[in-house]
């Protein structure tokens, strides 16, 4: 089985998952060598075979969709977003929550092992709260891998990611625990994760910040990424902001949606033109 017979069944398998090649083209190597164990699991020979049985089972298709999982993540991922979350979105959304008194809520949305959520509840207690007392917060995190959420709940890394911590934030923010380090308690409260497939539900409520980087607008085929989209704004505040990631694009152009800074991945939702 080689790599081109698995191109030619993600090309042929994909967009019926409603997803598109494009986006596991880099990536297909861990894709194809699920797919093949999966194979082996069934006692099938090849890639015709896999795709008889699918034409013929449906219940395999949710088999072969979790196969196509990708779960990397990062702590900082795309430093340069961060650095404008923290400078200047955080600060944002903390004062319109006080002024509204409330709290911010965020929605990480494919939060993998909790990388991202972490990431932005560390940013808001050592920098937004600091300056802005009686800022409060939630952040709601959410993902379709249930192994994924379960890493994510016990904030736990392997020593790795040191080389992706800021040295202070590492210091400050994490207990070491023999070869890993775990996200300090503080860290963590404010967090809820959810398991939700975002192509058939999101979370509840008006966000003032969406993340939703390596996931829809990158697998996804350009009409459920439209959706996705769609539904998402219809999740945000007035004036809320929407990030994607660095090589993402949005599928349509949004007049109510303004590109900040840039890095050309933060958006803010114009309260003018807002639709909902
Ligand atoms: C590549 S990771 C990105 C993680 C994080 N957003 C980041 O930028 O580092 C994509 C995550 O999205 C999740 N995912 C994939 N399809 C999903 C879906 N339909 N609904 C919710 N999560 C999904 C995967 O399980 C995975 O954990």
Same mark, same amino acid.
């Given at each position: 089985m080689t790599d081109a017979d698995c191109v030619a069944f993600l090309q042929w398998a994909l967009p019926r998952l409603d997803m598109r090649w494009t986006g596991f083209r880099k990536v297909r190597g861990q894709v194809c060598k699920r797919i093949r164990r999966r194979m082996a699991e069934l006692g099938l020979e090849g890639y015709a075979a896999y795709r008889q049985l699918l034409e013929t089972d449906p219940d395999e298709w949710r088999v072969l969709d979790e196969c196509c999982h990708i779960t990397i993540s990062r702590f900082f991922r795309d430093r340069d977003v961060f650095e404008r979350l923290r400078r200047s979105v955080l600060p944002d959304i903390a004062r319109r929550a006080i002024r509204e008194n409330r709290p911010a809520r965020i929605w990480s949305a494919?939060?993998? #092992?909790g990388e991202e959520p972490y990431t932005l509840k560390i940013l808001w207690d050592l920098e937004a709260v600091p300056s802005l007392p009686g800022a409060a917060i939630m952040i709601v995190a959410t993902d379709i891998d249930r192994t994924m959420l379960e890493r994510a709940q016990i904030g736990c890394y392997h020593e790795h990611i040191l080389h992706d911590l800021p040295p202070h934030i590492a210091a400050q923010c994490f207990d070491r625990s023999g070869d890993h380090f775990c996200v300090r308690p503080q860290h963590r409260k404010d967090i809820t994760f959810l398991l939700q497939d975002l192509r058939v539900e999101m979370p509840s409520g008006l966000f003032d910040l969406v993340l939703n980087r390596y996931v829809a607008f990158t697998y996804f085929a350009p009409s459920l990424q439209r959706l996705v989209l769609e539904k998402t704004l219809e999740h945000l505040h007035p004036q809320g902001y929407l990030v994607i990631g660095k090589h993402e694009r949005l599928p349509e152009e949004r007049p109510q949606l303004a590109s900040i800074? #840039?890095?050309?991945q933060i958006f803010q939702l114009s309260p003018a033109t807002q639709s909902h």
């Open positions: 494919g939060c993998a #092992s800074g #840039s890095t050309g």
